[in-house]
Each structure stands twice: as C-alpha cells, then as structure tokens.
C-alpha cells in the first residue's frame, strides 16, 4: 500500500568520515603543491597579515612594514585586520601556514553547506539528479509518488564532492596559493544573510566582513534596500543596523589602541590603489581593472568607469532585491558578492571565490537539469585559467586576433562576472517559471 509518504534511509556511520577522507585525498595535492613551495614564494598574503600583526606586537607602524625580500609586500588592509593578525603574528610560520590553510578549507566548507542548502537539502536524491543532469530526464517534483530519498550515504558523499569541485575553481585555488582571506568573508556574509536560527546578532558577520576589507561593504547596501521602501523586511533593517553598528565599531576601535596607524589608513594608504598592486595586471579583473587594459587617457577610463559602476550597481543591486523578496536568499547573496567585485577598483582573481555561492544559486536542488548543466558550464569556465590564455594569445603577436581576441580573453573571469549577474538576476527567474510550467 502507498502511504505517499518519502522513504528515507539510515546513514550509515562512517558516511561523514568516508566524505572527509576523500576531501582530503583529493585536496592534498593541491596544498602539498602550495605549502611546499619556496619560503619566499609561499602563501604570500598569510605573510601580509602576519606582518601586519608583528607590526603591532613591535610597536612598529603599520602601513610603513613591508614583508621580506623579494616580495616586499605591505600591507593594505584597514587597521582592525592588522589587531585581528597578531594570534598569528605570534605563531611560528609553519604553524601559521597550516592553521589558515585549515581555516580555508573550513570557511569553505561552511560557504558549500550555505550555497548548496537547497541541494544538499534532506529528500534530494542524488543518483536522480546526476542521472537527469547527464540524460536530460525530469524530475518527479510535489508528488506523492516521488523517488526515493537520499540516504546512506548519499548527503556526505555529495558534499565531498561539491567540496572537491569547489577547491578546484581557480579562485579558490589561489586561496591556498597565496593564503587569502576572501573565502573567509565569503562564509561570514553568507551565513549572517541565510543563516535560519544564527546564534549571533544577524548583521554581526557582515560588519565584521566589512571592518576586515571594506568590499564587503556592498551588503550594507544590500541591507538596506531590502530593509526599506515598499515590500521592505523589518528583518533586514535590523540587520541593516546590526552591521553598520559592527563596522563602524571596529573601524573605530583602532583609533583607541593604534591611532597613528588608524590615521595613516583612512587618510593616505587608503587612497593609494597602487599600494594593492599594479591595476593593469591580468590579475585585476574588476570592472576598472578591464577599462585600465585599454590604455586609454586616464580621464576617459574613470569616467567610463563611474558610469560602468553606475549601471552595473543599479541593474545587480534591483535584482538582489528582487531574489530576496521572491525567496531566493542564496541567489541574492550571490548577486550582491558580485557586485563586490566589479564594482571595487582593483578585484583579484582570488576575489572571484564568490562564484561557489553562484554555482549554489544556479544548481538550486538540483532538479532541473538545464540549471545543472548551466552551473556545470560555470563551474569548468572558472576551473581553467581563461584569463592567462589571453595573455598567451597576446604575447603571438597575430595581426588583428592577437589585439582584440586576446584582449577579450585576458578579461575572461571579468566579462563572465557580468554575464553571471544577467543568469543570477534575468535568466534563472525565468527558468525557474519555465520549469514550474512544464508538465
């Protein structure tokens, strides 16, 4: 007799074990490649900050502290993120090397849980949805006859592999290469905005975030627009209210403790973009950084710049509110840590590890299969190294291809940033209806 109800299955105990163990063995030779890399080479940003906390414990200034030769590299952070370095400033370098790398891999972690919610959610069953994935066969959806769901093992192993998929994305890769901090505040802001019960004060993370490295700075923003004016959530208000409160006390706080240092930021080394690195590197895939690549006169880049910012924010920012407004948190998130990157000045590629939320917001539950392929497809564009292909087309010297197919090239994470905002913001709402029509 049919009861209509899902049948579930056990787990097994050694389903989340098993999942780690393949984590790790599939990780490990991306961090052995990194953490055995010449001294001098190896995670060269962990250097930055724990330069900035040594600053600190030697009563040194902070913004005049370069790391050792050869890199020479200072730091460029707000004052708060050189007090919140000195733990590892206090370490020994290896052991600093290791622990972040961890905290990479855990931040991760939580950043896969929060943007895969949907698709790691209880009553998915996995073999169905790689199976319709790759043979294009619907889903059972809203019935009572709906397959099976996943058990045993299947909610480990489908997080491994998402943890596997997302290690290997270019910008996550340069997490562990260069010991960055953004998938760090990748997992704070996601969580604060989609957390269901948080057991901190919502907004507390993004202020945080924000206080850290200013890009965040984008989801006040966000907060805001969805905290107020017609359709507004009193939620995000106080979220709104939380953060700003947060960041403005961590801002203010080194004023107290290191106040030289406090000033030197605010009023010179921040308005200093060059103090991040040379802006027309290929590395700098933001909006300004693909202007500054054109070579044009400096005037005309940054007023197509401000007027690229303009229309850029409008269009991404409507339609984060949009998704947020529809139920669609994860999608929202992801559209407003785009912004983040094309909108600031100089953006990294390693900036770009907001792409493990799109991927989340794409696949949503995995059971329509055009939208796995799509984050299938944007998952593989940001594994290979697009940009630096550009480069090489450049270097030929080809008449005419060379010029402007390789310019096009070495722009590729940035023109695909945008393109990822018309999916998120245009196209994903209208498959969603699409597929909610089909029979």
């Not at 913004?63 to 733990?87: C, G, K, S």
């Not at 969805?226 to 961590?250: I, K, V, Y």
């Not at 059971?367 to 796995?372: A, G, I, K, L, S």
């Not at 390789?406 to 998120?424: C, H, P, Y």
């Amino acid at each position: 007799m049919t009861t209509g109800e899902a049948t579930t299955t056990e787990r097994p105990l050694w389903g989340w074990p098993l999942a780690l163990l393949l984590i790790v063995v599939a990780v490990a030779p991306l961090v052995i490649q990194w953490l055995g890399n010449v001294d001098d080479q190896r995670l060269v940003d962990l250097d930055v900050y724990r330069t900035g906390g040594q600053a600190i414990l030697e009563g040194r200034p902070v913004y005049d502290f370069v790391t050792p030769a050869p890199q020479l590299l200072p730091f460029t952070y707000p004052p708060i993120a050189a007090l919140l370095a000195t733990p590892l400033a206090a370490m020994s370098w290896p052991a600093a090397q290791w622990a972040w790398t961890a905290l990479v891999f855990v931040t991760l972690a939580v950043s896969v849980g929060y943007g895969f919610r949907a698709l790691l959610g209880h009553g998915v069953p996995y073999r169905e949805v790689l199976s319709r994935a790759v043979l294009g066969r619907r889903a059972a959806r809203d019935r009572d006859d709906a397959p099976g769901r996943a058990g045993g093992a299947g909610l480990p192993m489908a997080f491994a592999l998402l943890m596997i998929a997302c290690t290997y994305l270019m910008p996550i890769r340069d997490q562990v290469r260069f010991g960055q901090v953004d998938i760090l505040l990748v997992a704070l802001c996601l969580a604060d905005c989609v957390a269901r019960r948080p057991v901190w004060p919502r907004g507390m993370l993004i202020g945080l975030a924000t206080a850290v490295k200013l890009t965040p700075g984008v989801f006040l923003i966000y907060l805001l627009i969805t905290g107020f004016g017609p359709g507004a959530r009193q939620e995000q208000r106080r979220t709104f209210f939380m953060a700003a409160f947060t960041a403005a006390l961590l801002t203010l706080l080194p004023f107290l403790v290191i106040p030289a240092d406090a000033a030197e930021f605010w009023f010179h080394a921040l308005l200093d973009p060059e103090r991040l690195g040379a802006n027309a590197a290929t590395t700098n895939q933001s909006m300004r950084g693909m202007l500054i690549r054109l070579y044009l006169p400096d005037w005309l880049t940054s007023l197509l710049w401000l007027a690229l910012v303009a229309v850029v924010a409008w269009y991404g920012f409507r339609h984060a509110r949009r998704a947020l407004l529809d139920g669609h948190a994860v999608t929202g998130v992801a559209l407003v840590g785009l912004m983040a990157v094309l909108l600031s000045p100089v953006a990294w590629i390693h900036h770009l590890a907001w792409v493990v939320v799109v991927l989340g917001a794409l696949a949503g539950d995995g059971r329509d299969p055009v939208r796995v392929r799509v984050a299938a497809g944007v998952w593989l564009y940001y594994v290979v190294p697009i940009p630096w292909w550009g480069v090489t087309i450049k270097a030929a010297e080809i008449p005419v291809l060379s010029p402007v197919l390789g310019k096009i090239v070495q722009n590729g994470f940035g023109l695909g940033a945008l393109v990822l905002v018309w999916l998120l913001g245009v196209w994903l709402p209208r498959r969603r209806e699409v597929f909610r029509t089909l029979p």
